[in-house]
Structure formats: C-alpha cells, structure tokens
C-alpha cells in the first residue's frame, strides 16, 4: 500500500496553518504578539523617516529597517497563502488585501518614491489585536452596537437627508447674501461653512460680514445642538431594545452551556448548532 506523496507535508502544513492563522495555541499568540511588534516598529520607522530632522542623520538606519520589515512582512504573507485551505478567498479576504497592502507600497516606492507614504496602510492589519486578546466582551458589545446601527440605518438615512437639505439650503443663502467679497465665492464653499457651524467646529476660515448672515449662522448654531442630539438617541434607543432582548438566553442541547446569547447561532464550547429554544435569564437567576 503506497502512501500519498502529501501525507508528511499536510501535517506540516497544518501545524504552521494553527500558528498563523489561530491564536487559541501558546505558538499562535506569541506568533500574533510578534507580528504586532514588528507592524508598531515598521510604523514608527516610517513615522521617523518622515522627519527630515532624524532621516538626514540616520536615513540608511532607516531605509535597512523599512527593508527588513517589508521582507518579514512579505514571508508573513506568503506562508498564509500556502496554508490557506481556500487561498483565492484569503487573498481576496479583507486581512489578505490589508496584508498585501502593508507589502506592496515598499516594493512600488523603488519605481514611484512618491507612494512611500503609503507603508502606513499597514497600522490596519492591527485589528488582529481582537483575535489574539480575545476581548470578548468588547466583541459583544461590538455586536450590539452594531446591531442597533443596522436596525437604525433607515431611520439615520432620513435624518442625513434632511441634514443634507438644510446645509445646502442654508449655504445657498449664504452665497448669496455674503457673496465673493466676504469669503463665500460659490455654493460648495457655503456649503462647507454650514456644516462646520451645524456641527459647531468653526474653523474660523470662513465668516459672515453683514447682519442678516450672522443671523443665519446664530440659526445654523441653534440648530447644530438639536442635530448632534438626534442621531445619539436613535441609536440609543436601539441599544436599549436590544439589551431588553438580550436578557434571554439560549441552551446548548449536545453541551448543556446556558449563556448563550439569543443572537448566537453556534455554540462557543461545542461548535455545534444552537437550537432556537430561549429561556429568559431574570426566571433562570430565580
């Protein structure tokens, strides 16, 4: 009986697939805690290149560490797409796009110089930090959030609009009462200046002259109270329908774990598929 000719490379495979790819091992999370070490050093060197002060003095220093970086960042890349089961859908994958961004900047500024400054992109990749920490309970309120986001994105769309509305009503008017001669040369510009007072930033670039602008900003003030207030209460109240929701609980049928939340769909201990069976945790605490 003649063996596969992969049957010593898969375990192998599999092995380094755990350490990348899962942070659950000891070798997982010092592979991930390494790797977020070596993105916050590349990143500072990129930072430190960008002062001329530091990079005229130690530019060689630097363009060594940035190359040392880049290599170890691509040999990260290239070991996940050989241990990806499915490596179209890594490579494609939002961290499989984010590590090929982290890479390719480096290997483009030696034909554009000016792309350089695109080595930053790489600070995204530290959203792996969920993974390795295993901040669960940020992770759930995350979810929560976000669920009240989604079931307030209807209710939000309309409050936009009507925001969109007033601003460009408003800066209309503005162009048209303050005109060229006081900063306010077309609409787009009136624009950006009622929605920097709606908000209540005020840079300050851009101010009315004459009474009856001022008084139109005084409104566009009084208005940017009320506005800021809205949005917060929406998705406020969202968040609270769902922690209403969220005091029932699901039990696991294969593993007996009742904490489930009524969201989860699988089981964190077993795996398996959650029943859609709840029972409300206020009764269960009784």
Request: proline share 3%; aromatic share 10%.
């Amino acid at each position: 009986m003649t063996k596969h000719p992969n049957t010593k490379i898969e375990p192998i495979r599999q092995r380094i697939s755990k350490i990348v790819f899962e942070s659950d091992t000891v070798a997982g999370r010092r592979f991930d805690k390494a790797l977020f070490a070596a993105i916050i050093l590349s990143i500072m060197v990129v930072v430190l290149a960008s002062v001329e002060s530091i990079a005229s003095k130690h530019a060689i220093t630097l363009n060594v560490l940035e190359w040392i970086f880049t290599i170890a960042f691509t040999l990260e890349y290239l070991v996940r797409v050989y241990c990806s089961r499915h490596r179209l859908q890594y490579i494609f994958s939002f961290f499989g796009i984010i590590d090929l961004l982290a890479i390719v900047p480096t290997y483009l500024a030696l034909i554009f110089p000016e792309l350089h400054s695109l080595i930053d992109v790489r600070v995204l990749r530290l959203v792996r930090i969920f993974r390795v920490f295993k901040l669960t309970a940020y992770s759930s309120e995350y979810a929560h959030l976000a669920r009240a986001l989604a079931a307030s994105k209807r209710k939000i769309l309309v409050f936009l609009s009507i925001v969109l509305m007033v601003v460009l009503v408003m800066g209309t008017l503005m162009y048209a009462i303050e005109g060229p001669e006081h900063g306010y040369t077309s609409i787009p510009t009136g624009v950006y200046w009622a929605i920097t007072t709606m908000t209540t930033v005020g840079f300050g670039d851009i101010a009315p002259k004459t009474d009856l602008g001022r008084f139109l900003s005084s409104v566009m003030m009084l208005i940017g109270w009320g506005t800021l207030a809205v949005p917060t209460g929406i998705v406020t109240a969202q968040i609270s329908v769902h922690a209403r929701q969220a005091q029932k609980s699901k039990t696991c049928a294969h593993c007996a774990r009742d904490n489930l939340e009524i969201y989860d769909k699988f089981c964190g201990t077993c795996g398996r598929e959650v029943e859609a069976t709840t029972h409300s945790r206020s009764k269960k605490l009784k």
